[in-house]
Structures are given as structure tokens and as C-alpha cells.
């Protein structure tokens, strides 16, 4: 592993944003709508799908914004933008799921026009780099954020309410807490923490 890890230290370098520098796990970023409202795997990919559009039209698309403009005016061109790609999102949504799926995730869908991504890493992380580079690691960043929101969603579905994506599961030896938002921290917080532990090993190797 160490060997075939250094070996490709370059390609893994170029998908960060998937596994060791992942958005949630490794960056705390955008926390909120998987503690709150991925409390099963449909609100879990209504939200990916949603983060997914927006985030990464929003972050290509601003990259061609001059930069001659005061950074606040930036900003709020930045998040106009999002808001703009926010409705046809709405709408695709809408065709794709129930009206119910839509109303389980709240406030959190609307607020993806405003997260970490668009308004913080767009001008510190992304447009920093040269436009390849930068849609590779927008394109696995999002992704990243999208597999782990996904994956709480469907723990803690499965392990509170003994289904999956509606469909019965287990019948028995379900944890009704889970589906309680402070339990969002606690299963974010183990993921989190298996994760670092196989993160460091990488940067062990990466150090030796």
C-alpha cells in the first residue's frame, strides 16, 4: 500500500477533495445540513443533488468573474449566482422526488446557495489554480461531500428507523436517537474519526 500510495502520490494529490482533505470529514465545512437534515438517505441525496448542481456551476462559472472587483462585491456576485442556479435545481427536484422529500430537508435546501464552498473556498482554495486543476478538485470535493452525506443518511435511517430509502429493513434493534439531530455530531463524529486515523497512516507514509 505504502509502495502503490507513493507511487501515485501525484493522482491522489489531484483527488484531495474525496478522501484526505474531504470537505466535511477532514475540513468541517458545511456540517450543518448532514447533522440537521441527513437523517435518512432520500433527504441525503436531495441535498448531494442539490450541493452537487449548485456548488459546482456556481464555483466554474464565477471563476471568470474579474477579479479587479472589490472582494465583497465578488462575494455577493458569487452567492446571485448560486441563487440563479438554486431555481432550475428547485425544479429538477421537484420532477425527481415527492413534494414530502422536497419539505423533509427545510431550510437547508435553499441554504446551499450560501455554503462554505461558494462563499469561503472559492477565492482560497479554487481560483487559485489553473482552470484544469481547479475543475478536478472542485469535481472531488463536491463529490466528497456528496458519498459522505449519503452515508450518514443511510446509517442513521437504517440504524433509527429500520429502513432504507422507505423500504423496511430491520425489524428490530432500532436506535430512534439517531434520527435526532445531536446524534448527527456523534455518527459524523466516528466517521470522522476512523477516517483520521486512516488519514494519518497516508501521512505517515507521505512524511516517510
Known sequence: MSRFYTKHKSFFDKIDGLFLGNTVLERGLVVAPVIVA????????VLAIAYGIITF????????????LPYTIRVIIYVLFA???????????????????IYNVGIFLPLMVANSLIVRKSETRFFVQKRGA???DLLCSVIG????????????????NGTLWN????????????????????????????????????????EN
Open 38 to 45: 441527513a437523517t435518512s438517505l432520500k433527504n441525503s441525496v
Open 57 to 68: 456551476f456556481t464555483v466554474f462559472f464565477t471563476s471568470f468573474v474579474s477579479k479587479r
Open 83 to 101: 441563487s440563479l442556479a438554486y431555481i432550475p435545481t428547485e425544479f429538477l427536484l421537484e420532477q425527481l422526488f415527492e413534494p414530502l422529500a
Open 134 to 136: 481547479m475543475v478536478l
Open 145 to 160: 461531500f456528496m458519498w459522505v452525506i449519503c452515508l450518514v443518511g443511510a446509517l442513521r435511517e437504517l440504524l433509527g
Open 167 to 206: 423500504m423496511p429493513v430491520l425489524e428490530d434493534s432500532t436506535i430512534p436517537g439517531l434520527l435526532l439531530p445531536f446524534s448527527g455530531f456523534i455518527v459524523i463524529g466516528f466517521i470522522a474519526a476512523g477516517f483520521q486515523k486512516f488519514r494519518n497512516h497516508f501521512m505517515e507514509q507521505k
